[in-house]
């Protein structure tokens, strides 16, 4: 099945639509989504990408990350995604928005317009083993002093997302 993913500009506007790995290959702004979640204890959950991924395969990150389909809400697609890749749902919130780029070894670009989405969660994960190989909840400080170890072990995006996250938490307190 072919996946397409909404291309945007800088406003995050819709410019057009295009198949998702056609839309890498050429590095074109698209819109994506990112979910971090945190437990009681106000501990982050990361999630490993499963190693069949087309790209950060093997690499540590948030939660959930993904595209909304064509038409469709991204808070709603962020929702879904949460489910399909770690069999639970809960509630999120909006908290901010980035546009990146990062290039891979394999020749593909993320060029993403990045919605970041918070929520809380406490109860049992079931992930899709064909999306996640692992997962845990870690604090901040633990996952910082990870970074700051093995920056390698993680997304791109993770990098540029988890100090607004850290940020906004910190604000929110």
Same mark, same amino acid.
């Given at each position: 099945?072919?996946? %397409?993913?909404?291309?945007v500009?800088e406003r995050? %506007?819709?410019v057009?639509i295009? %198949?998702?790995?056609?839309?890498h290959?050429?590095?074109?702004l698209h819109r994506?989504?990112?979910v971090?979640?945190?437990n009681a204890?106000?501990?982050?959950?990361?999630? $490993? $990408?499963?190693?069949n991924?087309y790209?950060?395969a093997?690499?540590w990150?948030n939660?959930c990350?993904?595209h909304?389909m064509p038409?469709e809400?991204t808070e709603k697609?962020?929702?879904?995604?949460l489910?399909? %890749?770690l069999g639970?749902?809960?509630?999120i919130?909006k908290?901010?928005d980035?546009?990146?780029?990062?290039g891979f070894?394999?020749g593909?670009?993320?060029?993403e317009f990045d919605?970041?989405?918070?929520?809380?969660?406490?109860?049992?994960?079931?992930p899709?083993k064909?999306e996640?190989?692992?997962?845990c909840f870690?604090? +901040?400080?633990e996952?910082e002093?990870?970074?700051q170890?093995?920056?390698?072990?993680?997304?791109a995006?993770?990098?540029?997302a +988890?100090?607004?996250v850290?940020?906004?938490?910190?604000?929110?307190a």
């Amino acid at each position: 099945m072919l996946q %397409e993913v909404v291309l945007v500009n800088e406003r995050d %506007e819709q410019v057009g639509i295009m %198949e998702k790995m056609e839309a890498h290959r050429k590095a074109l702004l698209h819109r994506a989504f990112s979910v971090f979640i945190f437990n009681a204890k106000g501990e982050m959950l990361l999630q $490993r $990408r499963a190693l069949n991924k087309y790209h950060s395969a093997g690499l540590w990150t948030n939660a959930c990350c993904s595209h909304p389909m064509p038409g469709e809400d991204t808070e709603k697609a962020a929702l879904r995604r949460l489910n399909e %890749e770690l069999g639970f749902s809960t509630s999120i919130n909006k908290i901010f928005d980035f546009v990146y780029k990062s290039g891979f070894d394999n020749g593909l670009t993320e060029h993403e317009f990045d919605h970041v989405f918070v929520g809380n969660y406490d109860g049992s994960i079931k992930p899709d083993k064909s999306e996640v190989s692992d997962y845990c909840f870690m604090s +901040l400080p633990e996952i910082e002093n990870s970074l700051q170890l093995k920056p390698a072990n993680f997304t791109a995006w993770f990098h540029i997302a +988890l100090p607004k996250v850290k940020s906004w938490k910190e604000k929110a307190a």
